[in-house]
C-alpha cells in the first residue's frame, strides 16, 4: 500500500520560512518524480514545484521561484519543500505527489499524470 505523507505545515506570519516533508512508503521512490501542489480556497489546485528522480532538474511556479527549494532524499524516502519569505498569497492545502517516471525532460516531469497523492497538509501566512 502506497502512502504519502505531508508534515510541516502550520500558521505563520508573512516573511517566515517553512519547510514541508512528505514521507513516502509502499513505493520505489527512486523511480518517482515528485511535485507540489497547493490549492487555495475556491482556487484550482496548481503545481508550485517539481523535481525528478534524481534531482537532476526542478521546476518551479513563476510566483515561488526564487523563495522556495524543493529537494529529496532518495535514502529516506522523502521529498522537501523549504518555503522562504512566506506571503499571505501562499496560504494553501499542500499535497505532494508522485509520478512513476525516471526520467530528466521536462515533459516527463510536468506530465499531468499522477500516480499518487498525499492528504495534504495547511500552510496560513499571516499578513
Known amino acids: 500500500q502506497v502512502e504519502l505523507v505531508e508534515s510541516g505545515g502550520g500558521l505563520v506570519q508573512a516573511g517566515d520560512s517553512l519547510r514541508l516533508s512528505c514521507a513516502a512508503s509502499?513505493?520505489?521512490?527512486?523511480?518517482?518524480?515528485m511535485r507540489w501542489f497547493r490549492q487555495a480556497p475556491g482556487k484550482e489546485r496548481e503545481v508550485v514545484a517539481a523535481?525528478?528522480?534524481?534531482?537532476?532538474?526542478?521546476y518551479y511556479e513563476d510566483s515561488v521561484r526564487g523563495r522556495f527549494t524543493i529537494s529529496r532524499d532518495n535514502a529516506k524516502n522523502t521529498v522537501y519543500l523549504q518555503m522562504n519569505s512566506l506571503k499571505p498569497e501562499d496560504t494553501a492545502v499542500y499535497y505532494c505527489?508522485?509520478?512513476?517516471?525516471?526520467?530528466?525532460?521536462?515533459?516527463?516531469?510536468?506530465?499531468?499524470?499522477?500516480?499518487?497523492w498525499g492528504q495534504g497538509t495547511q500552510v496560513t501566512v499571516s499578513s
Open positions: 505527489a508522485a509520478r512513476l517516471y525516471s526520467g530528466n525532460s521536462y515533459l516527463g516531469l510536468l506530465s499531468r499524470q499522477i500516480s499518487y
Open positions: 509502499g513505493l520505489t521512490f527512486s523511480n518517482y518524480a
Open positions: 523535481i525528478s528522480s534524481s534531482a537532476a532538474i526542478t
